[in-house]
T-cell receptor, first 112, second 115 residues
Framework: GNSVTQMEGPVTLSEEAFLTINCTYT??????LFWYVQYPGEGLQLLLKATKADDKGSNKGFEATYRKETTSFHLEKGSVQVSDSAVYFCALRGRSYGKLTFGQGTILTVHP | NAGVTQTPKFQVLKTGQSMTLQCAQDMNHNSMYWYRQDPGMGLRLIYYSASEGTTDKGEVPNGYNVSRLNKREFSLRLESAAPSQTSVYFC??????????????FGPGTRLTVT
């Protein structure tokens, strides 16, 4: 079956530091890949997505590239802000009814 | 345009009590989903409805039932709550399966505690 593995958290950074959150997946066929963000007390919001190999998703300074050869979709940001503090979820969508398979989430805390 | 709404926001139940979590979306989406979120486990799919009139089990359906009341509304029922059902519950919706990798939109969640 499909599965997603994210790097263990929590991750604590200083403002303006570089961020990487690793995500690898196992899936049959050609899944779509997503990063969702959950701010404290809120539901999940789509941050970015990629639907085929070598696609790069980007939004709000975050980027992730769909790497089929390494089955990875790592999230990066060049300079994090305090407002980026949240939980980040990597997810994949297979071909069946839009069901998403989520990683366990990575808590990011950014200090001033 | 409210997106996906859920009620209630918080609920405390005693073991054995029943309750229904309500979800509604105003985006004319065909598919709706119920997830539970537990620490260190991400979100797990409980039930989903691909379209009005259909429902199917997800990854963790035991102890739950669902009703797709109409295109807008999808409710989740706990018939006899157990402490293991203490969790945060999220409803989501999306357009029907699309080749472009359709986005799911999430509600704000219901935090349920079963004592």
């Amino acid at each position: 079956g499909n599965s997603v593995t994210q790097m263990e958290g929590p991750v604590t950074l200083s403002e303006e530091a570089f961020l990487t959150i690793n995500c690898t997946y196992t899936a049959t066929g050609y899944p779509s890949l997503f990063w969702y963000v959950q701010y404290p007390g809120e539901g999940l919001q789509l941050l970015l997505k990629a639907t085929k190999a070598d696609d790069k998703g980007s939004n709000k300074g975050f980027e992730a590239t769909y790497r089929k050869e390494t089955t990875s979709f790592h999230l990066e940001k060049g300079s994090v802000q305090v407002s980026d503090s949240a939980v980040y979820f990597c997810a994949l969508r297979g071909r069946s009814y839009g069901k998403l398979t989520f990683g366990q989430g990575t808590i990011l805390t950014v200090h001033p | 345009n409210a997106g996906v709404t859920q009620t209630p926001k918080f609920q405390v139940l005693k073991t054995g009590q029943s309750m229904t979590l309500q979800c509604a979306q105003d985006m004319n989406h065909n598919s709706m989903y119920w997830y539970r979120q537990d620490p260190g486990m991400g979100l797990r799919l409980i039930y989903y409805s691909a379209s009005e009139g259909t429902t199917d089990k997800g990854e963790v359906p035991n102890g739950y039932n669902v009703s797709r009341l109409n295109k807008r509304e999808f409710s989740l029922r706990l018939e006899s709550a157990a402490p293991s059902q203490t969790s945060v519950y999220f409803c989501a919706s999306s357009e029907a399966l699309l080749a472009g990798g359709g986005e799911q939109y999430f509600g704000p969640g219901t935090r349920l505690t079963v004592t």
